[in-house]
């Protein structure tokens, strides 16, 4: 079975799209769920404040992660 990907650039043209792919017969449609991009957001929005009253540079920062011990 052959899958294809369809971008609809004009949104009020969505559902004639969507109405002229139902009416084939051998053509399957499956709608996908839209990702909710905010709870990505909040996510990393906990992040915020992880430095607050840290005296700490960009690199110091590049060099503790570049230091590599000597075996």
Known sequence: MGKILINIKD?????????L?????????KELK??????KTSDF???FGIWEGR??????LREKSWQRGIS
């Open 55 to 60: 005296e700490i540079s960009l690199s110091d």
């Open 45 to 47: 929005r906990k992040l």
């Open 34 to 39: 839209k990702e909710s991009r905010a709870r």
């Open 11 to 19: 949104k009020s043209k969505e559902q004639i799209i969507i109405s």
């Open 21 to 29: 792919l139902k009416e084939l017969s051998f053509i399957e449609i």
